[in-house]
């Protein structure tokens, strides 16, 4: 597959984190590109949130470059919107583009200053190093506890247009909207409200159904930039369903990454009476400790999974509850099914877990979510995050 | 102060846990004594839940005994409810008491059979034993994964009359509701009414006012016994505060014996709009495992703390917030406040921790709030728990 045309990138390190590691990174569209985003949803938002929301709009979804760094979140400081503005305006500046034609993105460390000075200083020196080749640059930039980057691609009707996906995120993983940093890149020609809708729905299906820890971040940007120079305007079904791909296939990465994560878990929910119950019982299970510790220690406690769902704050039925675990039925209508905890909780110590609620024929409503588990490490890791 | 008069205890080893241990035990009253409960909100229920709920209904509030076991939930099993009664019915037939006088409650693995026999055949034995001061063996015989026994007692106008509680509880804490088994005995003159109101207001600050882990179980169960022995009506304001007392005290204790935790944390919220607003603003923070890492971390991240209520669902202004940690004031309007990060550490290595969340004089809802850090040993606890 090649990558969508008409876009360069570069990373450089600014001296934003301790270690000396890229830090800054530039996306650049050679022409205008029709833009789409979607941001957190929580009420405390990061100063580049703030202004790339009032750029997103004010240019009518019409953009041409992303800054984004990493090891400071410019959040919850007296200078967080006044750098992401000052560090955007200097972007476009050198560049030649409007100041709103800029998506600032931070993401680290809340309540630290962060300061324009060497974000600007380093701005002319990745203009210079710009290169269509680099997106892998990019991809490692912009990680924090990530241990390795994440990128997604698809084409669309053997490569006429073609779309290239980044992101980062391992903790502070919620579904609640975006979640983390991700950003698109595709070479089709799409007008901006076709885009909007097209991300809309792909979201749904990918960044809103994955979860680690149940928090959402103050910084969370999926960003998705279309620059025609393609030429190629696919049908809606066909870009819809490579955006959903690419952005499915980012979240999950993220959450295969997720801190400290050993299994990467897939569920399942069936048989409620809406989609929206059968998300509701799955973000509970996913989001429950107690479910995600027992699968680190391959313990087939299904009792967990089923108090759980209880939890949802779903009206159903416990006795036409059925838990299936790596495809071995645990729990047929709300109580214990025949099987053996020893084939089980040997399919359980497999990177990949596979865990069914089915709630036999009450409905059509379904969803799938992916998890992962919770380990020592979770907490080895955010117990010393800043030090 | 002296016990509540009127009530007598016992415990056994029934052989329901698998190390010989009292796992099950009977809290007789006297005479028929005015009751009251709360219980779980989880959807599915074990079932001695339903029972107690039926007998405390169709008793209106008069009941004498409680059979309680540990190491088993009898929850999600085709038995269930049937054991939940029979065994409920055989207590009642050995005292001489009607079967909707009995509360029976359970605790333990979801999911296994809970046979009725080793039970009843215990029956007997724990009824040669009652006697007023076995009251810290019930206390003992009911824990799981508890370290130590939960007590607490209070008296009204100089031991005219007392209240003495017992309580289990140390993971799947969650405060939607009662979360997890807590008895309480008073021989206050009370009418069933009178109990009930006084124990849906206790509640309210105590037990729905901690989490450890933000599971609910299955089993949740809080009943107030008051038997009349002393003879004496206090006012429903003293008798309200003492029982208030008691169960604030018995949460507290759940809490400081989280699964894993070393640190005790109190969080309060002042200057919300409302009381409600605070509370979902201490809860969301109070179940941050973000939060709860950095604290197990002494780790002044106050940005996890902003972040979090941030996603408690709650509209504030974050240029409103001021956050204080240990009496060290960290964040002012939503910005990092001038401290010494070395002092807090040092200050974040006590056993208690206080963090307070101030909106600043945008209202007058406000909360208080336990919780406990996050610690590793949470995580070695929960994924080898049936094991």
């Known amino acids: 597959m090649r990558m969508p045309m008409g876009f360069s990138y570069a990373a450089t390190y600014a001296g934003i984190r301790k270690v000396a590691k890229d830090d800054l990174a530039l996306i650049v569209s050679d022409a205008p590109a029709s833009a789409a985003a979607v941001f957190t949803k929580n009420r405390v938002v990061a100063g580049p949130v703030t202004v790339a929301r009032q750029n997103l709009r004010s240019s009518r979804g019409r953009m041409q470059a992303i800054l984004v760094n990493a090891g400071n979140a410019n959040c919850a400081t007296p200078t967080a919107e006044k750098v992401a503005i000052e560090t955007s305006r200097a972007t476009a500046e050198l560049l030649g583009i409007k ?29 210079e190093t710009l290169d269509p080749s680099r997106f892998d640059a990019v991809a490692s930039a912009i990680l924090t506890t990530d241990t390795r980057p994440k990128t997604a691609f698809a084409s669309i009707k053997g490569d006429k247009t073609t779309i290239a996906g980044l992101a980062k995120g391992s903790g502070m993983i919620h579904p609640r909207m975006a979640t983390t940093l991700a950003f698109i890149m595709t070479d089709a020609a799409v007008t901006p409200a076709a885009l909007r809708t097209a991300l809309k729905q792909a979201i749904e299906r990918s960044f809103n159904r994955i979860t680690v820890d149940g928090d959402t971040s103050t910084n969370d940007t999926v960003a998705v930039f279309a620059n025609g120079a393609s030429k190629f305007t696919p049908s809606a079904k066909d870009f819809n369903a490579g955006l959903a791909d690419v952005l499915a ?23 409620a009476a809406t989609d929206s119950a059968a998300e509701k019982i799955a973000r509970s299970i996913a989001n429950s400790p107690l479910v995600k510790t027992a699968i680190a220690g391959s313990d087939p406690n299904w009792g967990r999974i089923l108090s759980a769902a209880g939890n949802a704050g779903v009206a159903f039925d416990p006795r036409h509850a059925d838990i299936d675990m790596q495809g071995i039925t645990v729990c047929r209508g709300g109580v214990a099914a025949n099987f053996s905890e020893e084939d089980l909780k040997k399919k359980l110590d497999e990177p990949e877990c596979a865990v069914r609620f089915n709630l036999r024929g009450r409905g059509r409503g379904k969803t799938r979510f992916w998890t992962c588990d919770l380990t020592e490490e979770y907490i080895r890791i955010n117990a010393s995050y800043r030090t």
């Open 249 to 271: 296939t980012l979240a999950q990465q993220i959450v295969r990454d997720g801190e400290g994560a050993h299994k990467f878990v897939t569920i399942d929910v069936t048989g």
């Open 99 to 127: 100041p709103n034609q800029v998506l600032p993105a931070s993401t680290g460390v809340i309540g630290v200053p962060l300061d324009a000075r060497p974000v600007v200083d380093c701005l002319f020196r990745l203009k």
